[in-house]
């Protein structure tokens, strides 16, 4: 069985699921892919919200998920907070974890980067004392990318990263060999049929290492340990 750490799966949280009967969708999706753990990940524009709405909103939606039921599939909640300036200094910023746990999904606005993107991962890890975890890497550019590298920071991947020529697919493989990337994600939009053929197919891809990234995937939702290969 398998964690998706990257899912916008909770109705009319985000844009990601326009409805109850679309997030069920995308569970029944999640639960044929084998899934059974999902983090639930909806978008916090620190421009756009407050941290209090967010949670509100956040709070209805699972509930309402939740009743309707989920099988045998965890929903965790959390959130895919965009990097944006003075993040670090946001009140609330840790309330917008991964539920349980220190660890924060950020999403890199479009490049190129300004310096205070640095500064600001600096100093969510320094002074608010979380763990970033960088969404989908597989959406910026090959500098971008190894500049998010060189961040001391754990990354995810989307699944859809690995269907991509043989040449991306062979890159990303290798940074899941070498340490690099962590977790796997559906980032799931819609009613995730598309998205949860990736997750099988990237399954597959990753082969003998995939129970490595979901022994990763489990050890930072139960405790912030991340595995070494």
Request: with cysteine.
């Amino acid at each position: 069985m398998y964690v998706d750490f990257h899912a916008h799966i909770l109705p009319c949280a985000d844009h990601g699921s326009e409805s109850l009967e679309m997030s069920l969708l995308q569970l029944k999706h999640a639960r044929e892919a084998g899934v059974d753990t999902i983090v639930a990940t909806p978008h916090f524009y620190p421009g756009e919200d407050t941290v209090d709405a967010f949670l509100e909103r956040r709070e209805k939606a699972y509930n309402e998920l939740v009743s309707a039921g989920t099988g045998e599939v965890k929903i965790v909640r959390a959130a895919e907070v965009q990097l944006a300036t003075d993040i670090e200094k946001l009140e609330g910023l840790e309330k917008l974890c991964i539920e349980g746990t220190n660890y924060i999904l950020l999403e890199f606005p479009a490049e190129p980067w300004p310096y205070w993107i640095y500064d600001s991962v600096t100093e969510i890890i320094r002074n608010r004392r979380l763990r970033p975890i960088c969404a989908h890497i597989d959406r910026y550019s090959h500098l971008g990318r190894d500049k998010i590298l060189r961040l001391n920071v754990d990354v995810q991947l989307n699944a859809s990263a690995l269907l991509d020529s043989r040449r991306h697919r062979h890159y990303y493989l290798d940074l899941i060999a070498d340490d690099a990337v962590h977790i796997l994600g559906s980032d799931v939009h819609g009613d995730g049929a598309y998205s949860y053929k990736d997750f099988t197919s990237a399954i597959k891809k990753i082969g003998k290492l995939m129970p490595y990234m979901t022994a990763n995937a489990r050890k930072i939702l139960k405790s912030g340990e991340k595995t070494k290969w």
